[in-house]
């Protein structure tokens, strides 16, 4: 049991988008104990200021812990538990499993493109019991909470994935994600994009959408096309989850490609139309650039293409695609081809599409941080003090208790995460202080692995997991959470 905490004289942004304001906040027993004003003169019967291990918080934030709603960290907290990268941003909580990409419930020796966005040979858990169980082993130092990818279903339930899944595949997959969602898992996702579920029709993802619908849980979506047909995979995510009858959260809300540059100005009056029927959000990361695995389809010759990982190359992550074709006297697609499997950052979008989404009241952050490439996209280090530094202090698209909300208790709402994203009394001690001033990302696309400055101490279920200018972890008091 962690030492009882008082959070003194901060600024309170309690995560539910309510102006800030100057308190104390007393952390016991894994949970917040109560919030007030000077409370060193108010504490609870037996507890004794000299009991009490107390921060100076003038001139600082208190906040809920932050959520990273779109990750890809599931094995990543198994394979380093005290998750540096997405500690010291503030992050009490990920979410795993997005893009149809989960590592469970699915076993094999050798995982396939775009499995392996979640590190090679990781696949172990033929259900979600033994991926909690194997969460609660590892001891993360932060929480974690599960979707199910519907292309990792399809990987357990079909041997060709170029096609629909037969009734008897259907039957399969569902009966696999009601073992997950009876093992708490929050809902499911899927990533039509990719090929590996392209040929699913609508109605494949509908009905397996039911399963997570009648257990009470979400459905998040990567859709078909963020490109020329965004329109039409935001319509088929919404009937989907309509039909269903589940929330639908839009992942990394994006147009990508000069040719659909300024398009948010079509998705989200659509996205705020859908609103009217049901209920619907996305997320978003704060860059110009994507990440995912080598494709050639993404590769136009125009935007910028950073290697992030090579097999057959590794020496050359972290290079641009232009020089390394240039090199070898070849065009851009010939050289992806040379050095796949691989991944990559695409320049893909523009920077008025990014704010317009960070900016709307229905988008939350979530990284999308790739924690096994070699030279990552900066957004697995610094996501989440970007959205402060850049768009709150820098670009002004919101208040600072917005820019909280859409990181905390927005995203526990959206996601069926019980008792945490709010600062009240009885909610788990997920918190993070940060001096408003100082917070920055330092991770950038040519030195990715920087830690962030100005996020002076997170806690994890009452416990300081982490404290600004002490590299190690302090604590990894983290647990496998269950949907509400
Ligand atoms: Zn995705
Ligand atoms: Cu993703």
Redesign the pocket.
């Known amino acids: 049991m962690s030492t009882p905490t008082l959070l003194e004289g901060g600024l309170i942004v309690d995560g539910g988008g309510a102006p800030g304001w100057p308190g104390d906040v007393l952390l016991q027993d894994g949970r917040i104990e109560r919030l007030g004003q000077r409370l060193r003169e108010h504490l609870p019967a037996g507890l004794d200021l000299a009991d009490l291990q107390v921060h100076d918080c003038r001139g600082k934030v208190i906040a809920p812990g932050f959520i990273d709603v779109h990750t890809h960290d599931d094995a990543a907290v198994l394979r380093t538990p005290e998750y540096l990268p997405k500690l010291s941003q503030g992050i009490t909580t990920v979410v795993t499993g997005?893009?149809g990409i989960s590592l469970a419930p699915y076993r094999t020796e050798r995982a396939l493109p775009p499995l392996t966005l979640l590190g090679p040979d990781a696949f172990r858990y033929a259900s979600m019991a033994a991926y909690r169980e194997a969460v609660t082993q590892a001891l993360p130092a932060l929480n974690v909470a599960a979707l199910v990818g519907h292309t990792t279903l399809r990987f357990a339930a079909m041997d060709d994935l170029a096609r629909a899944a037969t009734a008897d595949e259907r039957a399969r997959m569902a009966a696999l994600l009601q073992e997950c969602m009876d093992a708490g898992a929050l809902g499911l996702s899927s990533?039509l994009?990719y090929e590996e579920a392209f040929a699913a029709p609508s109605d494949e993802v509908t009905d397996l959408a039911r399963v997570a619908a009648r257990a009470g849980g979400v459905y998040a979506t990567?859709l078909r096309s963020e490109m020329q047909a965004i329109i039409e995979a935001l319509h088929e995510a919404g009937d989907c989850a309509f039909e269903a009858g589940l929330p639908l959260v839009i992942?990394?809300h994006k147009c990508a490609g000069p040719a659909q540059w300024g398009r948010t100005r079509e998705t989200l009056p659509l996205i705020d139309q859908l609103a009217q029927r049901q209920d619907i959000a996305m997320d978003v990361y704060p860059y110009v650039a994507g990440s995912?695995v080598l494709r050639e389809d993404l590769i136009d010759g125009v935007i910028d293409v950073l290697l992030t990982w090579s097999d057959p190359h590794p020496e050359l992550g972290g290079r641009m695609l232009a020089e390394i074709a240039a090199g070898w006297g070849v065009d851009q697609k010939a050289a992806a081809r040379r050095l796949m499997p691989g991944g990559a950052c695409y320049f893909q979008m523009q920077e008025e599409d990014v704010e317009r989404v960070i900016a709307h009241p229905r988008s939350m952050i979530g990284s999308?941080g790739l924690p096994h490439d070699r030279h990552p996209h900066p957004r697995l280090w610094g996501a989440f003090p970007r959205v402060l530094a850049r768009y709150w202090r820098g670009r002004g698209l919101f208040t600072l208790e917005q820019a909280v909300h859409k990181m905390t208790g927005l995203s526990a709402r959206q996601f069926r995460i019980a008792d945490r994203g709010l600062l009240r009394a009885g909610a788990h001690a997920d918190v993070v202080v940060f001096d408003p001033q100082r917070i920055t990302d330092m991770a950038s696309f040519e030195q990715p692995e920087q830690l962030s400055v100005g996020v002076e101490a997170v806690f994890v279920n009452g416990a300081l997991a982490y404290r600004e200018g002490q590299a190690a972890v302090l604590a990894r008091a983290g647990q496998m959470l269950s949907r509400a």
């Open positions: 997005n893009c990533g994009f990567h992942s990394h995912t999308d």
